[in-house]
């Protein structure tokens, strides 16, 4: 099972460094920009999972093949940059959306392993999966996602839900598979459908 979470946590790292790289480039940053942006980006929630945790010194700063990882998916991004005009946005939402999917399921995973009240599990879940792409949006000056009125955060939510509703005695790649497919389904669908969550109006009194 080791083996699994470290290889879906780098391909998840990988796919949330794509989506920033990809951001950063739409602002017209350099390499090292880009660079800086897909690690935030991709090292960010889990960061900030693990320090909530208590599980220090963190992982990427014993061995730093996330952030590797995170500066050669800048490279790449940068190398076939010119290949991605007119397409970023599209792709920007679609390795998020995956980023996001996954890093749902494995915040929950871990804190679960920490032995987190279920209902903390699901808000570390959601942590895990949402923190990076904050940090993202907040460095390039973009609204963080956070706090559109896209289904992003909910979607994480219900994934990490999922795993905790799973009983602890089936397969965990049963509970994975399922956590990361209700993230990703839900995301996805709200995207090609414009699905969103709008804010309640206000209610003023009548003068």
Known sequence: MFDLVLWIALFGTAVFAVSGALMALRQGMDFIGVSFIATVTGIGGGTF?????G???????LDPTPVAVCIGCALICCFFNRFLIGRRMKWLLYADALGLAMFAALGAQKAELAGAHPLVIVLFGAVSASFGGVIRDVICNEPPVLLRQEIYISAAILGAL???????????NIRLVASVGAALGLRTIAIWRGWSLNFPKPIYPKE
């Open 55 to 61: 599980d220090t010194p963190l992982s990427w700063v």
């Open 49 to 53: 999972r693990d320090i909530l945790l």
């Open 162 to 172: 999922v795993y905790v509703l799973i009983p602890p005695d089936i397969a965990f």
